[in-house]
């Protein structure tokens, strides 16, 4: 039929669209979690670093993750006119302004239930158009706001025409920072990802029924181990090496004054001895009351938080990442290896998804059952404070409290458990941690 590209020149385009949507669908993931971290800052000096560390990662969304998916989306629409496709391309939109585009795009109504070719490939045209929009304009004024300055876009790095002279800082426009202003625009970036999910979401489902489904399988299975969705690897080593840690500093300074100041704590000897793996089941099987009263019961509590974050710390997490990589990271207080001569002595792993999942898993188990621990150690604590002071602790330390890259490390772990469930083309990964 004139205006389609035929089964056999099909493929290479679903790919691409199949590439496209398991790219930006943990992107959009991504963007909400930034978004959680930016409604928990405020100006001063006590969250400056935050600030940057956020625009950072903010950078890593546009410049690395989802610059994938507009890649590969620009790839599929040119494949499909070189087979032959014909589908009606709004050039409206190329004379719209990043603002213009925003509002165009939310308010474009398309048939509800595509069903041609030249309707699916409108919706990956869409789904470009809402991509570019959030690299090229709405993330990097969100920087822009958070930082006082705009970052560059990806065309102008590529191109040559970013800044690459730190001495020429001086031209550079100073911009007021704004978080609300830096909100707005994240939200707005939100808005075109959750669109752009949609429209790559129907477009994929409608080529696949042009297609014979054991192909549309094969293909689906081929783009789960190649699509680039995260730098996984790095991220989770941020969440042993950097975020949990803290809390396990926390926990293990919290049992010193207690001891010093006169706490009889029923220490469990036996787990010191174990190895990582007996320790988790022992800390999983282990059975206390369940309605700690005491304060001697309430520091076991804290005890078997210590022990479990330091299982997933020191163990679950670096295996993972040794799976994901095919070499183990340090773990924390282990001295680094600095001459890259010294590459042989490092024992090679073979890269396994199923045993990073496990291991993935088995971390998440622990970190849920630390929750539960602590929170019943401070129930019970509280309990024989004044309630004033409580209530006075409890404000210090949501103000204080260092949670990392996002609100609580369990939903940090879910989230990544989340993304390692997809195959993942691990060549992207190697080297990602030193």
């Known amino acids: ?18 590439l496209a949507a398991k790219n930006i ?13 930016l409604e928990q800052l405020s100006l001063g000096e006590d969250h400056a670093d935050r600030i ?27 494949l499909a006119v070189q087979r ?10 190329t004379a719209m302004s990043d603002e213009q585009l925003h509002d165009a795009l939310v308010a474009q109504r398309l048939p509800a239930r595509p ?19 959030i690299q090229d304009h709405h993330i990097p004024r969100c920087i822009e706001h958070l930082v006082g300055e705009r970052p560059p876009t990806v065309f102008a790095i590529y191109s040559g025409q970013a800044k690459t002279d730190s001495s020429d800082k001086a031209p550079a426009a100073a911009t007021a920072v704004d978080l609300d202003k830096a909100r707005d625009y994240l939200d707005r970036a939100i808005t075109l990802a959750d669109l752009a999910v949609k429209h790559i979401d129907l477009a994929v489902v409608v080529i696949s029924r042009f297609m ?13 181990k190649r699509a680039y969705i995260s730098e996984l690897a790095r991220d989770l080593f941020d969440v042993y090496y950097i975020g949990i840690e803290y809390g396990a500093r926390t926990l293990l300074t919290c049992l010193k004054l207690a001891a010093e100041g006169g706490a009889r704590l029923a220490v469990n000897f036996a787990f010191a001895a174990m190895p990582e793996e007996q320790l988790h089941d022992a800390l999983v099987a282990q059975r206390l009351p369940a309605r700690p009263t005491t304060q001697t019961e309430a520091f076991s509590r804290i005890e078997v938080t210590l022990h479990a ?8 997490v670096p295996c993972c990442i040794e799976h994901l990589v095919g070499q183990r990271p340090p773990i924390v207080g282990e001295r680094r290896k600095t001459d890259p001569s010294d590459k042989a002595q490092d024992a090679a792993t073979a890269v396994d998804l199923d045993k990073a999942r496990d291991y993935l898993d088995r971390a998440i188990t622990l970190a849920d059952l630390a929750v539960k621990h602590i929170d019943l150690a401070v129930a019970v604590i509280s309990r024989f404070l004044d309630p004033k002071e409580v209530a006075s602790l409890s404000h210090f330390t949501d103000e204080t ?34």
Not at 1 to 18: F, K, T
Not at 25 to 37: A, C, G, N, S
Not at 309 to 316: E, G, T
């Open 52 to 78: 940057k560390e956020l625009g950072g990662d903010l950078f890593n969304v546009y410049f690395i993750g989802i610059e994938y998916g507009a890649r590969v989306l620009a790839t599929c629409l040119k």
């Open 401 to 434: 409290a260092y949670i990392s890259e996002v609100p609580g490390t369990t939903y940090s772990l879910c989230y990544y458990y989340y993304i390692c469930r997809v195959s993942i083309d691990l060549s992207i990964f190697a080297g990602s941690v030193s």
């Open 25 to 37: 669908r943990p992107q959009r993931d991504r963007l909400l979690h930034l978004r959680r971290r």
């Open 1 to 18: 039929m004139a205006g389609q590209v035929s089964e056999n020149d099909l493929g290479i385009v679903l790919l691409q669209a199949m």
């Open 309 to 316: 974050v330091k299982v997933l710390q020191d163990h679950h």
């Open 212 to 224: 014979d489904p054991k192909k549309v399988a094969s293909h689906a299975e081929y783009t789960d």
């Open 115 to 133: 069903t041609t070719q030249a309707e699916a490939f409108s919706r990956v045209e869409m789904t470009l158009n809402a991509v570019k929009v």
């Open 84 to 93: 032959g496709a014909r589908f009606a391309v709004n050039l409206a939109f």
